[in-house]
C-alpha cells in the first residue's frame, strides 16, 4: 500500500523525533527505522531526509555531531534535545486526538463502505 | 578499495554532479554519500552486484532537482546570491543583464536629477534636508520593485506611506532652525530605509528569513557603498589637483553638478552591486565582523572608562549624547550584521562570545546615557530632543537586554541561533514605528518648534 505523500509529510516531523528520543542515530539508520515500524508501507524519498534534519535542527529540535562510521567515513549522528522533546509531546498529543477522531469516524462508517477502505 | 574500482569511480561522479549544487555545501554532501554507501552496501549483502546497487541506491535518494530545492528551501542563506543573479523559474531570458544595467544607470542619473532639481526647487537648507532621503527613496525602491516585479498591492504600501511621509515634511509649519524640523530630518530616512527593505523582500516582510537577507543586504551595502566612495573621492581629489595645476577651477562644477549626481547615484548602483556580485563581499562579510566587533568592544570599553573617570553624569553635555547614541547605533548595526553573516547552525563559539561582550558593553553605555539623559532632563525639563534621544535609548535598551539574555541561553545551548536572529528580525520594525513617532507626531505636539 502506498501512504499518500501529504500523510508522509505531516507524520515526518514527528516520526523522526519520536525515533531520536529512543536514543541518536544517523539519516540512513533513521530511515530504515522507519521503513521498520511501517512495516515498509512508508517509503520516503531518502533525500528529503537530510533537509528535513537540518530544519529540526535549525528550530532546535535537535542536535547533530559528526562523527565516524566503522569504516572510517564522516557520519553525522542527530540527537534530541530537551526542545525536541517538548516538541515531540506537543505532536504526540495532536496526532491522539487526530486518531481519536478518526477511529470514531472509522467506526460510525462501519458500513458497506468501511470494506473497501483498506484502513486499519 | 580496488575490488570495486568502477563503484568507486561512480561515487566520485556522482559527488561532483552533486557538489555542483549551490544550495549543498560540502558536509551536506558527506551526509549523503554516507548514506549513498550504507544503502549500497545493504543493497550487496542481498546479493546485487555493484552497479544494480548503485543504481538503487541512486534512485531511492530522489531526484537530485527535487532534494536540491528542499535544501534550497532549508538552507536559502546559503543560495540568495544566486536566487538574484538568476530569478526562480525561467523568466529571467528577458532580463538580460545589459537590460539591468541600463535599468540601473538610468535610475541612478534620475536619482541624480531629483537631488539636483530638489536643490534648486529648496531655496532653504533644512527644507531641502527634510526631502533628501524622498528624492532618492523612489529610485532605490523602484529598482527593487523592478527587480523583484512587485505587485499592486504591495507597490501601495510603499506609495501610500511614502506620500503620507512626504506630505507631512512638507506641509508642517516648522519654525526655521528648530529642533522638530531636525529631528524628522534625522528619523525618516530610518522609515524610507524600512520602506526599502519593503521593496526588496518584495512584500514579503512577514519572513524572517527575508528579512534577515535585508539585513545582510544593508550591510554589504555600507560595504560596497564605501568601496565606491573610495574610489571616486581619490578620482575627485586626482581630477581637482591636474586642473588647479592647469589653471582651471574645478570646484563650482564639483559642488554643483558632480557631488549632487554622484553621491545618490552611487547608491543606486551599489545596490545593484549586492544585488548582482553577492559572492565577492559574501566571503569578506564575516571577517569584516570578526575584525570589528572585538575592536568596537575595546572602544566601547574605552569609552565606559573615560565616562567613568570624568565624573558626574549630568555634566556630559548635549553633543557628547548625541555622538554616543550615533556609536550605539553603529552598534546595533555592526551587531546585526554579524548575526546575518553567521552560519545558523554553526554551534556557540568564541566569537558567539565575544558578541555577548559587545552587547553588555553597549548596554552599560547605554545605561549611563539613559541616568545622563534623565538627570539633564530633571535638571532642564522637556525638549523634543531629549524625548526622543529617551525614547532611542530606551528602545536600544529593550532590544540589547533581550539580545544579551538570547545570546546568554544560545552560549549555554539552551536555545538555537534562530531564537537570537528571531529577536533581531521582529525587533526591526519597532524602530519604524518610533521613527514614525517622531516625524509625524513629534511636531505637533511639541508646536514645530
Known sequence: MRIDKDLVAASATPLVLGILADGDLYGYAILKRVSELSGGGMQWTDGMLYPLLHRLERLGYVSSLWGTSDAGRRRKHYTITPAGRDALADRQEQWTVVADALRQVWQTTQGPAAATEGWA | MTPHAELEAQIERWRGYVQRNRAISPSDVDELEDHLREQIADRQATGLDDEEAFLVAIKRLGNLDAVSREFAREHSDRLWKQLVLVPAGSDDANASPWRELAVVLALAVGAGVAVKAGSAWFDDGAALMRNLGLLVFPF????????????????????VPFAALAVALNLYPFAPAGSTGMLAALHAPVILWLLTGLAYVGGRWRSDKRRMDFVRFTGELAVYYTLLALGGAVLIALTLATLRGIGVDFQPVLEDWVLPFAVPGALVVAAWLVEAKQQVVENIAPVLTRVFTPLTVAMLLVLLAVLATA?????????????????????????????????????????????????????????????????????????????????????????????????VGFLRGRLPFAAVERWQTRYLPIYGAWATVVVVVFPPVFGFI
Open chain 2, 140 to 159: 532605490l525602491a523602484a529598482y527593487f520593485a523592478w527587480k523583484r516585479r512587485i505587485t499592486g498591492a504591495v507597490a501601495a504600501t510603499l506609495i
Open chain 2, 311 to 407: 565624573g558626574g553624569f549630568v555634566d556630559i553635555d548635549r553633543n557628547l549624547l548625541i555622538l554616543l547614541d550615533a556609536i550605539l547605533v553603529l552598534v546595533l548595526c555592526l551587531l546585526l550584521y554579524s548575526i546575518s553573516a553567521r552560519d545558523p547552525l554553526a554551534p556557540p563559539g568564541l566569537f558567539d562570545a565575544l558578541q555577548l561582550a559587545l552587547v553588555i558593553a553597549a548596554l552599560a553605555v547605554d545605561a549611563v546615557m539613559l541616568t545622563a539623559m534623565l538627570a539633564r532632563i530633571a535638571e532642564f525639563g522637556y525638549s523634543p530632543n531629549k524625548i526622543a534621544a529617551l525614547g532611542l535609548n530606551l528602545l536600544l535598551l529593550v532590544h540589547l537586554l533581550r539580545a544579551a539574555w538570547l545570546a
